[in-house]
């Protein structure tokens, strides 16, 4: 508050006559020129008097001057007591006080008399040393330590709020008085049993529905049960204690549950549990609509090439299946379907998916599993390229393509080792292609089928010779291996004509490997047309 006036001399005294009949001074050194004085007193929403007295220069004193002053609210509200209801009885001697969140309070102060004229009403004094019980808290609730109320007393009970946060402290107004009084000598003691709601959790928007109820003990049966601080959407079923009902925001809640028995007069007792709303979920679906493979192969392993996908819910997901045929399941973490079925035929497998929230959401889908009976080992059965020899920048054409049979058509057919300019139809397994090279070559034949998984067989190789001038002759020739220097020799049944005509060769192609060198020649013998330029 500030005091305006002029010539003020060395010291003024200002003095406040609370409504309560109090009277506190002060004594400020001020100059002599001030003209304005600041005092700070808190007496919100209080009418008072104040009067102040000021020394003249020569040391005498001035008359009072008395004025009235209603201070301004500060902007603190007063709690509203919640626990233990007002006028009740048969309280615990270990009760629970609550009230409600006080606007602009971030402090409050419990005071428990056993007169009401005990209780402060200075809104200038919290503490209360007469008071049972005087505790500055940050919460709205306190449950008093057991023994601390007497058994069979009538107790009186308030709470103050206020703002710690500034210097000084703004001090707000007290809640109204209200009175308990706690179970009678030798009843028996009335108390909540249950520590935690069961389940502990709800979901926004979806039902909750108790597992398990409140339980209590001592008193008289039946109870007749209530709560305060639950969120918005719920409530508590009076005769059995379940906890019920739709939350609609998210959030902790600091739940008071409080049961009344039925002697007379009656016991009550109270008890906080904490309680937690999580926001909505979103429902849980299985976005796949087929395996992946589709198909398996009795007696052959099946491996998903991609597991089975949901999506909504809280993850992680636990997945399994019914009606697979048998020697399947699924993997109950990834959700990918593995096994070696037994039986052949088309199968509609239910796939469920289950979360991991509380309550927990589930989802089912049907998919089809098409199972073929097992098939014959995938075996190549050409023995070799037909025809078997190739010629330098000539166009090989297969006259006949290579030969499979088991496993599961259409096969994929693929080489490797062949000389440049050489490939394999995929389709038909013919060998086609104009050779750049000369030389032997072991190529390597690779045949895939259509199954799940999928066979192969693999065989090779053959031989190409490469292209050299050979000697021709009018006769009948043929071909000598080795010879034991390392060299094929032509030989004719006439011998030399005396011309001496050397025709090339364009290929001369041998059996594959040619076996052992030293043994007798088993490649087809070869006939010279003179002028052919050709055998």
Known sequence: MTIFGSSFASCASVYWDLADGTLEGYSIPISFSTSALTVTKNFANQTAS????????????????????????????????????DGSTGISTSPIFSWNLANGAKNYWLTVATSAAVLPTNISTSSCPSCTLSIPLTTTSYQVPAGKPSIGQKYYWQVQSYDKSGTPSI??????????????????????????????????????????????????????????????????NASTGALYGAPTAAGTFNLTVTVRDSSSPQLTTSKVLSFAV???????????????????????????QQAVVATGGTTPYTWSVSGQPSGMSMNATTGALYGAPTASGTFNLTVTAKDSSSPQLTASKVVTLTVSPATQTLSITSTGFSP????????????????????????TWSVSGQPSGMLINASSGALYGAP??????????????????????????????????????????????????????????AGHDGHGWHHPIHMVCLRPAERDVNQPFVGRALRHTRGSGHV
Request: with cysteine; proline share 8%.
């Open 436 to 493: 750049t090279a000369s030389g032997t070559f072991n190529i390597t034949v690779t045949v895939t089928d259509s199954s799940s998984p999928a066979a192969d067989d693999i065989v090779g190789a053959v031989v190409h010779c490469a292209p050299r001038d050979l000697a021709a002759f009018d006769h009948e020739h043929w071909i000598q291996p080795n010879n034991g220097n390392g060299r094929n020799r032509v030989f004719g049944a």
């Open 388 to 411: 078997t020899t190739g010629t330098v920048g000539v166009g090989y054409s297969a006259q006949q393509a290579m030969m499979a049979t088991g496993g599961t058509t259409p096969y």
């Open 50 to 85: 104040w009067k102040v007295q000021v020394m003249n220069p020569n040391g005498t004193l001035s008359n009072w001057a008395t004025f009235q002053v209603t201070a301004q609210s500060s902007g603190i509200a007063a709690p509203a007591l919640s626990l233990p209801p």
């Open 278 to 304: 999580v926001g909505a979920i979103t429902a849980i679906s299985i976005t796949t609509s087929s395996f992946n493979p589709p198909t398996a192969t009795v007696g052959t392993a099946y491996g998903a």
């Open 171 to 236: 001090l707000g107004p007290y809640s109204a008085q209200w009175s308990f009084t706690t179970e009678e000598p030798g009843a028996s003691a009335l108390s909540v049993t249950t520590s935690s709601f069961d389940p502990p959790t709800a979901t926004v928007g979806t039902a909750y529905g108790a597992q398990q109820a409140m339980a209590a003990s001592g008193g008289t049966i039946p109870y007749t049960w209530s709560v305060s601080g639950q969120p918005s959407g719920m409530s508590i």
